[in-house]
């Protein structure tokens, strides 16, 4: 998410899933504190970089438990390509 003169934003920093409906959401979240990061690293915070990429993670961790967990609770087409493996 972060490398040199580079600060992964939006969709470059995490691709959501669709049937989640918080892309918008997430891509202006990120947006706000990854700016908010730089800046902050820029007025000499060392930490703020590692913190903002902690948080995306953390963020990233709950999208998944989320999908997983609304992946699960579908059964009506259960028997259907794009359902099988996913709940």
């Not at 995306?56 to 997983?68: D, I, V």
């Given at each position: 998410?972060?490398?040199?003169?580079?600060?992964?934003?939006?969709?470059a920093?995490?691709?959501g899933?669709?049937?989640?409906?918080?892309?918008?959401?997430?891509?202006?979240?990120?947006?706000?504190?990854?700016?908010?990061?730089?800046?902050?690293?820029?007025?000499?915070?060392?930490?703020?970089?590692?913190?903002?990429?902690?948080?995306?993670?953390?963020?990233h961790?709950?999208?998944?438990?989320?999908?997983?967990?609304?992946?699960?609770?579908?059964?009506r087409?259960?028997?259907?390509?794009?359902?099988?493996?996913?709940?």
């Amino acid at each position: 998410a972060v490398r040199p003169h580079h600060v992964a934003l939006g969709d470059a920093l995490r691709r959501g899933d669709p049937l989640a409906g918080r892309g918008i959401e997430e891509a202006l979240d990120s947006a706000a504190r990854g700016v908010a990061a730089l800046l902050a690293s820029e007025a000499g915070d060392a930490q703020a970089l590692a913190d903002f990429v902690e948080h995306a993670r953390a963020r990233h961790r709950e999208h998944l438990a989320t999908r997983r967990r609304l992946y699960a609770a579908v059964r009506r087409f259960a028997d259907q390509p794009f359902w099988r493996g996913r709940g």
